[in-house]
């Protein structure tokens, strides 16, 4: 079983940076990848962001590309979420994921584990 925490959010003026962490721990698969989503008040989970774990590849959504980074640690087993110039409309409950291959996915039924969630809110 895989756990994940995630910590890091906040309230921040419009413009403003914050940096998402997902401290993970158990039996990870052997090939991953783990990404980040968002879920808005009334509105879907979104995409965010998704990392190869063991070659660091990476994959944005649009609406965050140029703004937002997403990274890893492997020795500390913990991804990141650097969120620069923050919008009123990147406010969501933030996710990290975890899923078996290294394939793009995009879609919430390709992860396996979930993390709680961290509530990020611009106000403008």
């Known amino acids: 079983q895989v756990q994940l925490v995630e910590s890091g959010g906040g309230l921040v003026q419009a413009g403003g940076s914050l940096r998402l962490s997902c401290a993970a721990s158990?039996?990870?698969?052997?090939?991953?990848?783990m990404g980040w989503f968002r879920q808005a008040p009334g509105k879907e989970r979104d995409f965010v962001a998704l990392i190869n774990w063991s070659v660091g590849s990476t994959y944005y959504s649009d609406s965050v590309k140029g703004r937002f980074t997403i990274s890893r640690d492997n020795a500390k087993n913990t991804l990141y979420l650097q969120m620069n110039s923050l919008k009123p409309e990147d406010t969501a409950v933030y996710y990290c994921?975890?899923?078996?291959?290294?394939?793009?996915?995009?879609?919430?039924?390709?992860?396996?584990?979930w993390g709680q969630g961290t509530q990020v809110t611009v106000s403008s």
């Open positions: 994921a975890a899923k078996n291959g290294i394939s793009i996915a995009t879609l919430e039924k390709a992860y396996d584990y």
């Open positions: 158990g039996r990870m698969f052997s090939n991953y990848a």
